[in-house]
C-alpha cells in the first residue's frame, strides 16, 4: 500500500507541476468567498480516486473535490492540492496531501509539495521522513523561542471566524508567526522541526490527516485549540510536543473571551 501511494502521489503532483506550468490557460471557480477551485484541483482527485477504486475497489474515500465514496475499513482522505490560492498565484507552496486510515485510526501518510523539491510520508510506528531522511520535531521548549504557523482561515467575518483572536492572543508571547498557506505544508513544517507549531480552525479532515500522522511519527502532539483530543473536529493544533500545553493554556482564554 505504501509504494501503491507513492507511486499515485508523485503522479499527482507531476501532474500539478503541469498544469502549474500553464496557469493562464487555467479554469478558475469561486468555490466561495474566500476559496478558489480549479480544473487541476478535479483532475487531480479524479485521478487519484480512479487509481485507488480500481486497486481497492472497498476501500472508502473521502476527497475535497468529490466527497465521501463509502467503503470498508480502509478509508482515503484526499486533498489534491491544498494551497489552491498560492497555486492560483503562481506561488509554489503547494502540496498533493493523502493519508489512510485503517478502522478511523490514521495509518499512513504522504505529502508531495513537487515544485519545493519535499516529499514528506509518515507510517504509523515507523516514523516520518522528508525526501527518504528521518525528520524529528524541533527541541524548542518555551513559547517565546517558537515560531508557529497559522493561516487567515476565514470562512466570515464575525468575530472569531477569522483568526485574528488567536493571533492578536498569542503574537505577543511567541517569536514570530508564519503563513504559507497550506495547512498539510504548516504540519509537515512541525513535523521537520522548522515550525514549533501550527493551529488553525475551520477545517476539514483531509486537509491536516496526513499532516497530523506527520507529526506524531516525528514526535510531535495534535489536539483541538483546547488542547483536547478526540475525534477530528474542525480545528487542528499540532506542536512539537513541548510547547502544547502553553499554546492550549493561551487558546482556552480566547475561546473563553469570545464566548462572552
Ligand atoms: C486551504 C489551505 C489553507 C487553509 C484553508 C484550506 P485548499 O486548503 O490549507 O492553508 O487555511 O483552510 O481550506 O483550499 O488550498 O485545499
Ligand atoms: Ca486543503
Ligand atoms: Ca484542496
Not at 503522479?11 to 502549474?20: I, L, M
Not at 503547494?94 to 478511523?104: R, T
Request: proline share 2%; hydrophobic share 35%.
Amino acid at each position: 500500500m505504501k509504494q501503491f501511494l507513492r507511486e499515485i502521489i508523485t503522479e499527482a503532483g507531476r501532474r500539478a507541476v503541469d498544469y502549474h506550468q500553464r496557469l493562464s490557460e487555467l479554469e478558475v471557480t469561486d468555490k466561495s468567498d474566500t476559496e478558489l477551485v480549479t480544473e487541476a484541483d478535479k483532475a487531480i482527485e479524479d485521478y487519484l480516486v480512479g487509481r485507488i477504486k480500481e486497486r481497492y475497489p472497498n476501500h472508502g474515500i473521502y476527497g475535497e473535490e468529490t466527497g465521501e465514496h463509502p467503503g470498508g475499513e480502509y478509508r482515503w482522505l484526499i486533498d489534491p492540492i491544498d494551497g489552491t490560492t498560492s497555486f492560483v498565484h503562481g506561488l509554489r507552496h503547494f502540496c498533493v496531501s493523502i493519508a489512510v486510515e485503517k478502522a478511523g485510526e490514521l495509518i499512513l501518510g504522504m505529502v508531495n509539495a513537487p515544485e519545493l523539491g519535499e516529499m514528506f510520508e509518515a507510517e504509523k510506528g515507523k516514523g516520518a521522513f522528508l525526501n527518504g531522511k528521518a525528520i524529528r520535531v524541533s527541541g524548542r521548549s518555551s513559547l517565546r523561542e517558537s515560531v508557529l504557523g497559522t493561516s487567515l482561515g476565514c470562512y466570515g467575518f464575525e468575530p472569531g471566524e477569522d483568526n485574528l483572536d488567536y493571533i492578536l492572543g498569542v503574537k505577543q508571547q511567541v517569536r514570530n508567526i508564519r503563513f504559507f498557506g497550506s495547512a498539510a505544508l504548516h504540519c509537515c513544517y512541525v513535523a521537520s522541526g522548522w515550525l514549533e507549531g501550527y493551529w488553525q480552525s475551520r477545517i476539514n479532515h483531509y486537509d491536516v490527516a496526513a499532516g497530523m500522522l506527520m507529526v506524531s511519527e516525528a514526535g510531535g502532539r495534535y489536539s483541538d485549540l483546547r488542547g483536547e483530543t478526540g475525534p477530528f473536529s474542525d480545528e487542528i493544533m499540532v506542536t512539537n510536543g513541548r510547547i502544547h500545553e502553553e499554546l492550549a493554556g493561551i487558546f482556552r482564554g480566547v475561546k473563553v473571551k469570545l464566548s462572552k
